[in-house]
């Protein structure tokens, strides 16, 4: 009887060992991607969960996707980077921040975002962009 119960505790403590080492992983792999909810020609770690999207309410869709271990003030990684690039997007120098980045392919422009554990990607189309109203239009 008592061999039976210490066979149970080392069973159990060896499942917590491996719950605990699998859902400790904070850093992200950046090995596989999918398309992004709102474009699916950009590309969007697998392991990054959809959380929120706007859709249809503004000229601009957005998606946000939580990623932990994503930090504001690391910018972009350079294998995401890399795998933008890959993809067929060129990043427009001009409009970028260190966090926020602007890449083009064809006619649309994709803003992605880094913010603390999680990230947006941002869809606007070039004949969408936003007009700024001038003073002269009114009567």
Known sequence: ?????????????GIVVVLITGCGKSEPSWTTFEGAA???????PKEANRTDRNVGTTKID???YSMNGLK??????????Q????????ENTEDSEEASRVFEK???IVHLTIHDNYFTVTVQTKGKATVKSTDSAKP
Not at 72 to 81: A, C, D, H, N, T
């Open 1 to 13: 009887m008592r061999r039976q119960s210490w066979l149970h505790a080392l069973l159990l403590f």
């Open 38 to 44: 709102n474009e699916k020609t950009f590309p969007v």
């Open 62 to 64: 957005y998606v946000r």
């Open 72 to 81: 504001e003030k690391e910018s972009i990684p350079e294998v995401y980077l």
């Open 83 to 90: 795998k933008i690039k890959e993809w067929g997007w060129r």
């Open 106 to 108: 064809q006619n649309r």
